[in-house]
């Protein structure tokens, strides 16, 4: 039983209640509408808190960056709130959704797999086959296997690998991992710049150099192998190498090259030609030109090939290659290639600057920005069978 004084404020409470209830009077809400609006409140938060929990632990990572091992690259460790943790490196790819190198896994969609890099390998080589059955663009993706292409494929006999060499995307490292190989240095770092690239004295014989039965013999037998990049990023670092830098000071660029391509495809010849120099405009008119550049083409010699497509260069379609490697993964393709060419034990590729091989859009959308349509889609005509056969995406972002 409740004493008085228990008794005496449960009648209070009930005669508040009651007033509030049957009669509202306004001098009541100070007394009701604080409690049940504190209710309501405590209520609201707890729900906020629920959704942000239930928002944070489906979808957000934490990640910080540390440095990695190989050649530079850095890598990215990821945790998440099931507190599984899974390290892969860090690697960009042009914007091509279908082409990632990284694949959610089946067991949980917060963790990333990487993927074994051989079916890259030969999901890149299936493109190629693909591409070079089309009638449609034969004549931008085959190539006679005639003593041009044969110049640019390196060999190296000791190890039984052939190198086509595409100028632009890294080649002269891998002319010192060859030089390495073939005995005249023992590590890359030992060999001089100005040897790499002359022919006569690295020790690299070029597969034109033999004999119609030893070139058939190497071609069906060696490990070949080749490098590509983005077909409007090349050649946006071959004008930069040869007409604006010219780092190996090679005055043909700028003092033959360059004038006459101005002569012929400037549109406005108001500034003098020879103090501006070649415009990355006049460079794009030229390439695009399907027929009237074949009179300089012919006049400018093998000076040409860094900017001649991969199909001119290494005849993909009609000679069999092991493996094609990507310019953008290279810090994950050049230890594929020597792994799969039996050779990772006995000679490393050069160190990677973090970020060099990545794509970068702002870079080309800034070089294009100031030149037609018109030009535009000519020079992509002429690097189509390029962009298919690697499977490159279509620059839309300049062609629409």
Same mark, same amino acid.
């Given at each position: ?28 809400? &100070? ?13 609201? !938060? ?51 959704? !279908? =082409? ?47 003593? @041009? ?17 595409? &100028? ?22 030992? *060999? ?28 069906? =037998?060696?490990?070949? @192998? ?5 077909? @409007?990023?090349?050649?946006? =670092? ?20 360059? &004038? ?16 501006? +120099? ?25 000076? *040409? ?19 094609? +490697? ?13 792994? =799969? ?28 920005? +100031? ?30």
């Amino acid at each position: 039983m409740p004493n008085a004084k228990q008794q005496k404020e449960e009648d209070q409470r009930n005669y508040v209640h009651r007033f509030c209830t049957y009669h509202r009077k306004r001098i009541c809400q &100070p007394v009701c509408v604080p409690m049940m609006r504190r209710h309501w409140l405590l209520v609201g !938060a707890c729900g906020w808190v629920l959704l942000i929990l239930m928002f944070v632990s489906k979808f957000i990572n934490f990640s910080f960056r540390i440095p990695g091992d190989y050649a530079g690259r850095s890598e990215i460790f990821v945790w998440t709130l099931s507190s599984v943790t899974t390290k892969l490196p860090s690697v960009m790819w042009p914007d091509k959704g !279908a =082409s990632q190198p990284y694949i959610l896994s089946s067991v949980s969609p917060s963790v990333v797999e990487p993927i074994d890099w051989h079916l890259v390998n030969e999901k890149r080589l299936e493109q190629l086959s693909t591409v070079c059955s089309n009638s449609s663009i034969w004549n931008l993706t085959h190539t006679t296997v005639r003593k @041009f292409v044969l110049d640019r494929i390196f060999v190296c006999d000791k190890h039984k690998i052939l190198f086509c060499q595409t &100028p632009k995307v890294g080649n002269t490292q891998w002319k010192k991992v060859l030089i390495v190989l073939n005995g005249k240095f023992s590590k890359v770092e030992a *060999i001089p710049e100005n040897l790499v690239h002359d022919h006569e004295r690295n020790g690299l014989p070029r597969l034109s150099s033999m004999t119609d039965t030893e070139i058939h013999q190497r071609l069906n =037998s060696y490990f070949k @192998f080749f490098i590509v990049r983005d077909p @409007f990023e090349r050649l946006i =670092s071959a004008f930069k190498d040869k007409f604006v830098k010219n780092p190996r000071f090679e005055p043909w660029y700028k003092h033959d090259i360059a &004038p006459a391509i101005v002569r012929k495809y400037r549109r406005s010849h108001h500034d003098d030609s020879e103090s501006v +120099g070649l415009r990355f405009e006049d460079f794009v008119r030229y390439l695009g030109d399907k027929t009237g550049r074949q009179h300089l083409d012919r006049q400018f010699g093998d000076h *040409i090939i860094h900017w001649l497509t991969y199909a001119e260069l290494c005849a993909p379609c009609d000679i069999s290659y092991n493996v094609v +490697g990507h310019h953008e993964t290279l810090e994950l393709d050049a230890p594929y290639i020597l792994k =799969s060419a039996g050779i990772a034990g006995l000679v490393s590729y050069p160190s990677i600057p973090p970020g060099i091989t990545r794509y970068n859009r702002t870079k080309v959308e800034r070089y294009f920005s +100031g030149i037609s349509q018109r030009d535009i889609r000519r020079l992509y005509a002429r690097y189509q069978g390029d962009f298919s056969l690697f499977d490159y995406p279509k620059p839309a972002f300049l062609l629409n």
